[in-house]
């Protein structure tokens, strides 16, 4: 090989690696920064034309609907409206059960309806039904204050708070109360619950029961049971625990994700205010960290004010992909 010919060979062998190494690297950057997928859905009444059309046009491939006392044929037909327009009906917002009710004939009544409405999810094509099994009050601790030691096989609380837990006492034998008829009631709901193909997602919103994580994810965890999960709000919790927090503690036992804001505040007597998302204390870029780290794939419903349904879908769009609650 003569000189000229073996510079040629070697400057097109440099152009070829260079070429290579460009493609690597344009290949590194759009490799996808997450392995869990998530996606996006809007809370709802009904799932009815106008509906549809409103939640598919801002973006949302999903939807979570919340009225109750719809009949199972207008569930379906609700499921097939959602269909046409290519979105998917992921949850239902059973809400609010009263399994500790002092009086027993209310507890069979709020079971019965529970049952009534996870038949009405599966109607819907939904996955899950959101569940807060029941709630308590009298002089609970503030959230500060909190930190609980309980029975890691009954589940029952043994202190509410460091120090002195006279004041708390009636909190403490009302929080025991609680757990132990809940769940009889879940149990009794697990077989109507696999039979329908839906997941009881249980969920603790402000209802000053299982308030901190690891306390909440036992209790789920304690049915060892397919058909009971966890439904995690990341903004209602804030005050109690961090969302990442949260989100470790139920790794493994998530079935479904609620997205808001809450701006913690001490001096307040909630300790803080539910705000728009990305103007409250919670660091959505480490979130959707921990999102990946504990390996959550699913849907994540938004329960939010502030935006118009483009704005929240963008934000939801730019939280997924790592950027935070930004709209730009």
Request: charged share 25%; aromatic share 10%; net charge neutral.
């Amino acid at each position: 090989m003569n000189r000229r010919r073996f510079i040629k060979t070697v400057a097109a062998a440099g152009a070829a690696v260079a070429y290579r190494s460009s493609v690597l690297r344009a290949q590194d950057v759009e490799k996808p920064m997450f392995k869990t997928k998530l996606y996006k859905a809007l809370l709802a009444d009904v799932a009815d034309e106008a509906t549809c059309e409103r939640i598919t046009k801002a973006g949302f491939p999903g939807v979570e609907l919340m009225k109750k006392d719809v009949s199972i044929e207008d569930a379906y037909k609700a499921r097939q409206m959602a269909e046409r327009f290519g979105l998917r009906i992921h949850s239902f917002m059973g809400g609010w059960a009263q399994f500790n009710h002092d009086n027993a004939d209310e507890r069979k009544k709020s079971i019965e309806d529970v049952k009534r409405m996870i038949r009405l999810t599966a109607a819907y094509g939904a996955s899950a039904i959101l569940l807060v099994p029941c709630r308590i009050g009298g002089s609970v601790p503030k959230p500060s204050q909190f930190k609980i030691e309980f029975d890691p096989d009954t589940l029952l609380m043994k202190r509410a708070v460091e120090g002195d837990n006279a004041p708390f006492e009636a909190y403490i034998k009302a929080q025991n109360n609680a757990s132990e008829l809940s769940r009889l009631a879940i149990e009794e709901l697990i077989p109507v619950a696999a039979e329908q193909g839906v997941v009881i997602a249980l969920e603790n919103v402000w209802n000053n029961l299982w308030v901190l994580p690891d306390f909440a994810a036992a209790y789920v965890r304690s049915f060892k049971n397919p058909w009971v999960q966890g439904y995690l709000d990341m903004g209602n919790h804030v005050r109690y625990a961090p969302t990442e927090a949260w989100l470790r503690a139920f790794k493994g036992s998530l079935v479904k994700l609620h997205i808001k804001d809450f701006l913690v505040d001490r001096a307040k007597n909630n300790d803080g205010d539910f705000v728009p998302i990305g103007k409250g204390s919670i660091d959505w870029v480490s979130v959707r960290k921990v999102i990946e780290e504990v390996g959550y794939h699913g849907w994540v419903s938004i329960e939010s004010g502030g935006y118009s349904d483009a704005d929240h879908s963008r934000l939801m769009d730019n939280i997924f992909d790592g950027k935070g609650a930004v709209l730009n």
